[in-house]
T-cell receptor, first 112, second 111 residues
Framework: EAGVTQSPTHLIKTRGQQATLRCSPI?????VYWYQQALGLGLQFLLW???????NRGNFPPRFSGRQFPNYSSELNVNALELEDSALYLC???????????FGPGTRLTVT | GDSVTQMEGPVTLSEEAFLTINCTYT??????LFWYVQYPGEGLQLLLK?????DKGSNKGFEATYRKETTSFHLEKGSVQVSDSAVYFC??????????FGTGTKLQVIP
């Protein structure tokens, strides 16, 4: 069974640009979570999508947004990039088990 | 809100030494508790979990016991190996919602 996949592996953008990150969940999983792992700040919850709807978001500005497609894959968009957005962005998916999330390898976003 | 506090690293141990990484939590209700591991350059992997008080999670020689009375979930391993070098995250979740992570503890095992 394939795990959670994310693309691209690395992404380099300049300040003010937009970044789009993609995530494909494990087959059969309907929930997708996004986390930001910035240096020195640990893992911070960004967004949760389930059945195509945004269910919850963390304490991030509106320029962080996303969506979930009918096939349950998900996209995270970051507009008006700032230097401090440089981080590893992790996607996780969850099936019917309420607490078990499976993580992808992440996308390393670098903003210069 | 929910929070997880874990000991700061880095922790440096010699091979075959005993490992303890402390973790305490604050949460409403009865959360499930986890330890995740992140090897260099990789994403997070679930190491072990416990879903109710007094449960012991174990995997790959690592153990942690859900202690409700002390709100703790300390990670232990009797004999660490070089291959255990990684960052370890304690975490909790109330169920369908987000996972709340600790800040991570970097473990370095030297031969």
């Amino acid at each position: 069974e394939a795990g959670v996949t994310q693309s691209p592996t690395h992404l380099i953008k300049t300040r003010g640009q937009q970044a789009t990150l993609r995530c494909s969940p494990i087959s059969g999983h309907t929930s997708v979570y996004w986390y930001q792992q910035a240096l020195g700040l640990g893992l911070q919850f960004l967004l949760w999508y389930d059945e195509g709807e945004e269910r919850n978001r963390g304490n991030f500005p509106p320029r962080f947004s996303g969506r979930q497609f009918p096939n349950y894959s998900s996209e995270l968009n970051v507009n008006a990039l700032e230097l401090e957005d440089s981080a590893l962005y992790l996607c996780a998916s969850r099936g019917q088990t309420p607490y078990e999330q499976y993580f992808g390898p992440g996308t390393r976003l670098t903003v210069t | 809100g929910d929070s997880v506090t874990q000991m700061e690293g880095p922790v440096t141990l010699s091979e075959e030494a005993f490992l303890t990484i402390n973790c305490t939590y604050t949460a409403t209700g009865y959360p499930s508790l986890f330890w995740y591991v992140q090897y260099p350059g990789e994403g997070l992997q679930l190491l072990l979990k416990a879903t109710k008080a007094d449960d012991k999670g174990s995997n790959k020689g690592f153990e942690a016991t859900y202690r409700k009375e002390t709100t703790s979930f300390h990670l232990e391993k009797g004999s660490v190996q070089v291959s255990d070098s990684a960052v370890y995250f304690c975490a909790l979740t109330g169920g369908y919602q987000k996972v709340t992570f600790g800040t991570g503890t970097k473990l370095q095992v030297i031969p």
